[in-house]
């Protein structure tokens, strides 16, 4: 599964940005799809998840201003971010795991297999 993510880039804070990440393939619907980030000199670490039947997950710190969704139609994720702050800013990363018909994989970047190259996003103060 090859995942290509896009949308990001130079924001000030409380701006916003939407990532999309699209994954080619008949099977998208029974993939749980995920975001993760990456700043220097950090782990990676979750941000949000939706499993194949459109539930979703959220690190505690992007609750309620990220939503993750997804367009079966279209083979795409989305992240929709609203008020960023400089911490915020990372490279963030898409993953995909094939679970139907189990829930998500966890927050655990080891339990996806499938990853996109990343896309910059950086909020300036």
Known sequence: VQLQASGGGLVQAGGSLRLSCTAPGRT???YSMGWFRQAPGKEREFVAAVSWNGSTYYKDSVQGRFTISRDNARN?????MYSLK????????????????????????GLW????QGTQVTVSS
């Open 86 to 109: 400089p911490e915020d800013t990372a490279v963030y990363h898409c993953a995909a795991e094939r679970t139907y018909p189990k829930p998500i994989p966890g927050p655990v970047p």
């Open 113 to 116: 297999n499938y990853w996109g």
């Open 76 to 80: 795409t994720v989305y992240l929709q």
């Open 28 to 30: 998208f619907s029974e």
